[in-house]
């Protein structure tokens, strides 16, 4: 049987004040744990937004200070209901052009996160004027793209008696999607990773000399060469797997032999045993490059918290069937996406569901320093999710 949902008073335009807050928070985008203008900003926002309520708890955890979590305590609770965004930045110098366009050199919302905040600051917004009726807990998280803030924030012991949601909701944008639209699947939404840096330790000389050096940015290319073959010949092609080297520094001078190479990657796969599978091949050319070379090898290997992102059987059933059902909501089933997120480990301890949200820029992927969200996806988007977490206070179990 069909069912079809209530159309709630939020399917307006975005409003000026959202708009306002989004092209705001583009323009101070920070890095993994050093978000501290962005928490202000949102504290602010908060803070105004629940003025009026008698039911809202503010927790700024002291182990991690640019964290911020709102708890509003439901009218007839059975449950707490999580939702959480990430509020943290890349390295990327922007090339976007836009009039709101990042004043921190060297740095920018390229992931979008500044779209994830916008909507979850509406659908708080929305919920500080209509009390929910079980409680409802938001968890501005720092650190998604490096330093595994979700994981930091889960063993610092965060999440404790009130505090801890029974389960948890979080998106992500994709400027593939059209704006607006709602994408998920059952299962495996995004991959693990692993980070990965090597360094190369071999002998500094004139250019003139190489006989009397050991050149690590021929060791650490060769290195990057053969490592390029572990996907190719190594990984099951139906199941598939990614390296990539994103930094790769060595060097002072063109005369100059160089000693060192240093190189940071990460690898993806669907699977926990396909990345532990890819990490082992990765040490063994590491060693075979160490013999070859005559050089030291310093490999090192960091799961972090970036878990295969798998989405809760029973709550991501209910999630897609609401999206389904809602004819206010475009929705679109999608393929799993060997992006990370450290909302992985997240759900390996509290059951929910991670959703994409469309931003509609196809011609850029998340991560381009040219990527401009289509903004209109920004109130469907709080239109979604304060309908399904609505929908999810009706719901008895
Ligand atoms: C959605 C997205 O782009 N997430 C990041 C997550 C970073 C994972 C980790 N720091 C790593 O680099 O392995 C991504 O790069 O997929």
Redesign the pocket.
Known sequence: MRRRFKRLDNMVELDQDLRKIYQDLHQIPELALHEFETHDYLMKQIKQFTADTDFTEIKVPEELSTAILVLFHGSSPKRTIGYRTDIDALPTNEETGLSFASQHPGKMHA?GHDIHMTVALGTLRYFAKHQPQDNLLFFFQPA???ENGGKLAYEDGVFTDQWRPDEFYGL?DNPQLDAGTIGCRMGTL??G???VDVDFTGVQGHAAYPQFANDMIVAASQFINQVQTIVSRSVDPIEGGVITFGQFEAGTIRNVISGSAHLKG???GLTQTMIEHIDERLQEVTNGIATSYGCKVDLKLNQ?G?LPVENNPKLTADFINYMEENPEVTYQETEPA?????FGYLLSKIPGTMFWLGIGDPDHQ??SSQLVPDTKAIQPGISAITGFLTHRMNEKE
């Open positions: 992931c998604e793209e490096s992500h995004f991959a990773t692993t980070e990460t690898i993806r972090g970036y060997m992006t990370g997120e450290d998340l991560h």
